[in-house]
C-alpha cells in the first residue's frame, strides 16, 4: 500500500486503535487540522484502502471506521510502520521536494507542525525551507497561503498548477528502488519510458496505472502514422498522468483563449486527442471535459516527431517544410553563424532539423504550453556560448511570429546547433606516409597527434603501399616525401614537424572542414557603432540593491533619463522576464525590451558585488540590453564579441573580479582579450 504522507499514516493508525467509529471533528481536534482537511485525507485514505480491499466506512453523524478483518488489519499496520519514506536526515534540497510535492498535490492545507513532524526536523527548519518553496512557486505563477490556525495552501489558476508538478517532476532526484515492480512492468515499457522516469512517475502518482496510459499513447501512434521522440513520449505520459490526478480530485483545465483555429486547422490530431479521451475515460472510470481535449490535441502538436533522416533524403524533405519554417531556419542559421564564426548556412541537415522543430515550438509558444526542458541547466553548462548565441535569435520569433521564446525552447534549439558545430569540429582522419624506417614514422606520428588535436592518424604506410582503398577511407595524406597523385587533399612536411608544418595541416584541415560542409569563410561584419554601444557611463558597481526588480527599475530610469529608452522600458522588461527568465548561466542575466523601446543602441552593465537570487538562480552580473534587432550589422557584431567573451571562463572571472567599471568596458570592448 502507498500513502502518500506522513499524516496519513497517523490518520490510519489512530482509526486501527479505536474502539469505535471516530468522528470528523475527533480527528480534525488531535491533528490540528480543520475538519475540511480531514474530510480530503479521509478521502485519499478511502480511495488507497479500497484499491487493497479494504472498506473505509462512513456514517453521517456516527463517525468513520474500517471494515477489515484480522489478517487484513495486521497487514495494514505492517504497510504504515514500513512506509515511512522520510527515514534519517534528508538534505535540503530533498525537504523542499517533499514539501512542494505536498502542497501541490494536497486539496486542504497542511500545516508546518505535520511537515516537521514527517521531515524530522524543527519548525524553524521548515520555516526556512518555506522561503525558496515560495520563490519556487511564485516563479510558475503560483501563490503559497498562510493563515495561523489553518495551515498552508497554494493558490493559483489550473494551468500554473499542472505546469508547476510537471516541473517538480523533471527536477526530482531518482532516489527510487526496483523493489515492489513486477516483471512484466519491466517488459512491457517502452524504450522510450527508461525505468528511472517509470519509477519517478509511479512513485509520484501511485494509483495510476502509468502502463495503461503508455498502451493508450501507442495506440494513439498508430493512428496517428507517426511516433514521437523519447522526450516528448515522457512528457505526454507526465501530463496525462497529472491531468488524471487533477480530475480525480475536481480540478479541470480551464481554456480561456479561443481555439476553433486549433481544431479547424488540426482535424486529425484532434480527433485522436478524442479518441485518447475516450480511452481513458474508460481505463480510469472518470469524466472528462471537452477541455482536456483541446489540452491534449496541443500536447500532441507541440510534441516533436522522431525523423529519421539522411543527406540523400534532405533537400526533399526541406523543400516539403512550409515557407515561413524555413525561411526562419536560414535566418537563425546566419545569425548565429555569424557570432559563433563558423558558416553553417550550407549544412542542410541543421535546415531540416529547425525547420521540423519550429512548427511544434510555435504552436507551443503560441498557446502558452509550455513544456519544462529537463536538459536547460546542463545545456548552459556545456554549451553556455551556443545557448547565447541561439538565445539572439529571440527577435527572429518575435518579428516573424509574434511570439517570445522562452529558455527551455532556447535549450533545445541550441542541441541542434551543438551538433551542428560537432559535425563541423569532427577530427579529420589522416595516414602519415614517410620513406624512412618505422621508428621514424612513428615519432612523426606521434608528434602529429600531440599537436594538432583535431587530427586522427589512422594509417601509418610507406608510399609504396599508398593506394584507392587507403586514400578513400582518409581525408587527409601527410607525407614526407613527394608523392604524385594529384586530386587527392596532402600536405608536404618534414620529418622533423615544424611549426610551419603544422601551419600547413591546420590550413589545410579547414579547407576540408569548409568544403565537407559546403562552407565559405564568413565575411566579417563590423560596424562603427559598436564601440558605442557599450558606454562606460551605463557601467555600474553596484553594493547596494538586492533586488532584480529593483535593479531593472533603477538602472531601466537611468538609461530612460538619459534618452537611450523610452517610457515603459523597464516595465516590458519585468513583463517579458516572468514569461521567459534571461539567465544564460555562469552568474549573468541579460534582460531585454521590445525594439520599440529603444531610442538608441546601449547596454547598461551592472556588476553586483552582493550576487542575489532570481527565478532560483545566483546572479552576479546583469547586462541590460536596450538593442535595435533590425540594425544587423550592429547587433550581429555585439552579440559576437560579447559571446566571445561569454565562452572564454577567464574572460569572466576577469569582469566578476574588476575592482573598477573601466576594467569592465575594456574586457567586453576588446571580446574577452587580453590585449584587446
Not at 533524403?313 to 516539403?320: E, P
Request: aromatic letters at 8%; a negative charge.
Amino acid at each position: 500500500m502507498n500513502f502518500k504522507t506522513g499524516i496519513h499514516r497517523q490518520i490510519i493508525a489512530a482509526l486501527l486503535d479505536a474502539k469505535e467509529p471516530v468522528t470528523t471533528v475527533k480527528l480534525a481536534e488531535e491533528f490540528d487540522l480543520s475538519e475540511r482537511t480531514v474530510r480530503n485525507y479521509l478521502k485519499d485514505i478511502g480511495e488507497e484502502l479500497e484499491a487493497n480491499g479494504i472498506a473505509l466506512i462512513k456514517k453521517p453523524g456516527v463517525g468513520v471506521y474500517l471494515d477489515i478483518d484480522e489478517e487484513k488489519r495486521a497487514e495494514l499496520l505492517r504497510s504504515i510502520q514500513n512506509e515511512n519514506p522520510m527515514v534519517g536526515e534528508y538534505s535540503p534540497e530533498a525537504r523542499r521536494e517533499y514539501i512542494l510535492g505536498i502542497l501541490l498535490k494536497n486539496r486542504g492545507t497542511y500545516t508546518i507542525q505535520l511537515l516537521s513532524e514527517e521531515l524530522y526536523c524543527s519548525k524553524s527548519t521548515i520555516i526556512n525551507d518555506l522561503v525558496y518553496v515560495e520563490e519556487w512557486l511564485e516563479d510558475r505563477g503560483l501563490c503559497l497561503r498562510r493563515r495561523q490556525n489553518q495551515g498552508l495552501w497554494v493558490e493559483g489558476n489550473e494551468d500554473d498548477f499542472r505546469r508547476a508538478m510537471a516541473d517538480l517532476f523533471f527536477e526530482k532526484k531518482d532516489k527510487t528502488n526496483s523493489e515492489g515492480l513486477c516483471e512484466s512492468e519491466f517488459e512491457n515499457l517502452d524504450d522510450r519510458l527508461d525505468l528511472t522516469n517509470y519509477k519517478k512517475i509511479r512513485q509520484m502518482f501511485p494509483r495510476i496505472d502509468i502502463l495503461k496510459i503508455q498502451q493508450i499513447i501507442l495506440q494513439a501512434e498508430d493512428r496517428l502514422r507517426y511516433s514521437f521522440t523519447d522526450q516528448a513520449f515522457v512528457n505526454l505520459i507526465v501530463h496525462i498522468a497529472i491531468a488524471i490526478e487533477r480530475i480525480k480530485n475536481n480540478r479541470s483545465i480551464s481554456i480561456e483563449k479561443n481555439f476553433e483555429d486549433i481544431i479547424e486547422n488540426n482535424e486529425n490530431e484532434y480527433r485522436i486527442a478524442e479518441w485518447i479521451v475516450k480511452r481513458l475515460s474508460e481505463e480510469f472510470k472518470i469524466n472528462i471535459p471537452r477541455e482536456e481535449i483541446i489540452y491534449i490535441t496541443l500536447h500532441i502538436l507541440g510534441a516533436k516527431i522522431q525523423e529519421q533522416v539522411n543527406l540523400e533524403d534532405c533537400d526533399a524533405l526541406l523543400n516539403s517544410q512550409e515557407d515561413a519554417y524555413q525561411e526562419m531556419a536560414k535566418e537563425m542559421i546566419a545569425l548565429v553563424s555569424h557570432i559563433l564564426k563558423v558558416d553553417l548556412t550550407k549544412d542542410k541537415l541543421l535546415q531540416l532539423a529547425l525547420a521540423l522543430h519550429l512548427r511544434p515550438t510555435i504552436v507551443k509558444l503560441k498557446y502558452g504550453l509550455k513544456l519544462r526542458n529537463p536538459m536547460l541547466e546542463r545545456i548552459k553548462n556545456e554549451y553556455t556560448s551556443i545557448f547565447g548565441a541561439v538565445w539572439a535569435c529571440s527577435s527572429i520569433f518575435e518579428k516573424n511570429m509574434g511570439v517570445t521564446i522562452n529558455e527551455d525552447e532556447i535549450g533545445y534549439i541550441t542541441l541542434h546547433f551543438a551538433v551542428a558545430m560537432e559535425r563541423v569540429s569532427s577530427k579529420i582522419r589522416a595516414a602519415v606516409i614517410c620513406s624512412s624506417g618505422v621508428g621514424t614514422s612513428q615519432m612523426v606520428a606521434a608528434r602529429l597527434s600531440k599537436k594538432v588535436e583535431e587530427l586522427e592518424v589512422v594509417a601509418i604506410l610507406p608510399s609504396k603501399k599508398l593506394d584507392a582503398k587507403i586514400i578513400g577511407q582518409t581525408d587527409l595524406i601527410i607525407t614526407t616525401v613527394p608523392i604524385q597523385k594529384p586530386g587527392i587533399n596532402s600536405v608536404y612536411i618534414s620529418t622533423l614537424v615544424d611549426e610551419m608544418d603544422i601551419l600547413n595541416i591546420k590550413k589545410a584541415i579547414a579547407r576540408i572542414k569548409a568544403s565537407s560542409n559546403g562552407q565559405a569563410e564568413i565575411t566579417e561584419t563590423t560596424s562603427e557603432d559598436y564601440e558605442d554601444i557599450i558606454d562606460g557611463e551605463l557601467c555600474f558597481i553596484d553594493k547596494e540593491r538586492k533586488d532584480f526588480t529593483e535593479i531593472i527599475n533603477y538602472y531601466g530610469s537611468i538609461m530612460e533619463k538619459r534618452g537611450f529608452v523610452k517610457e515603459g522600458f523597464s516595465r516590458n522588461i519585468l513583463e517579458r522576464e516572468i514569461k521567459s527568465s534571461t539567465y544564460i548561466g555562469r552568474g549573468i542575466s541579460i534582460p531585454h525590451s521590445t525594439e520599440e523601446f529603444v531610442i538608441k543602441p546601449k547596454v547598461c552593465i551592472i556588476l553586483l558585488k552582493n550576487p542575489i537570487s532570481w527565478r532560483n538562480h545566483e546572479i552576479r552580473l546583469i547586462i541590460i540590453l536596450a538593442l535595435k534587432f533590425k540594425d544587423v550589422a550592429a547587433t550581429r557584431t555585439f552579440f559576437k564579441k560579447f559571446y566571445n567573451v561569454l565562452d572564454n571562463a577567464e574572460a569572466i572571472n576577469r569582469v566578476l573580479s574588476a575592482a573598477c567599471t573601466r576594467e569592465i568596458v575594456e574586457i567586453l570592448k576588446n571580446g574577452g582579450s587580453q590585449n584587446g
